[in-house]
């Protein structure tokens, strides 16, 4: 099984929607993982955090720029971590990557839930075309 396999990504005008999907492998519920949705801008060299979610107990996590206008949720049954994107922006724009982070109540802990170097698996990505 392919861990991580990310669907969804579009073009959209400022102000338009997305949703993004992520199918989890179910090791990743069943061992105390984290997922979390990255995204790599063609201005910028480094990944940017978006957000996370505890497979666990649910517990979300968001970068600034993205509160309020993006929720992250799991669907343990259908084994998929979905990135729902409103009102979104150009800035926006990027190549999406899910990942999973193994300890994420430590990472939590620790402040690092929304740290790339915690992640241990990543997706191929999707691409987010965001027009002004």
């Known amino acids: 099984q392919v861990p991580l396999v990310e669907s969804g990504g579009g073009s959209v005008q400022a102000g338009g929607s997305l949703t993004l999907s992520c199918a989890v492998a179910?090791?990743?519920?069943?061992?105390?993982?984290?997922t979390g949705w990255f995204r790599q801008a063609p201005s910028r060299q480094a990944r940017e955090a978006v957000a996370?979610?505890?497979?666990?107990?649910?517990?979300?996590h968001y970068v600034d720029s993205v509160k309020g206008r993006f929720t992250i949720s799991q669907n343990k049954d259908q084994n998929t971590v979905t990135l729902h994107a409103y009102n979104l922006i150009p800035e926006d724009t990027g190549i999406y990557l899910c990942?999973?982070?193994?300890?994420?109540?430590?990472?939590?802990?620790?402040?690092?839930?929304?740290?790339?170097?915690?992640?241990?698996?990543w997706g191929q990505g999707t691409r987010v075309t965001v027009s002004s």
């Open positions: 996370s979610i505890n497979l666990v107990d649910g517990h979300a």
């Open positions: 990942a999973a982070a193994p300890r994420c109540f430590m990472l939590e802990a620790s402040g690092y839930a929304l740290d790339d170097s915690g992640y241990s698996d």
């Open positions: 179910s090791r990743f519920f069943e061992h105390g993982y984290c």
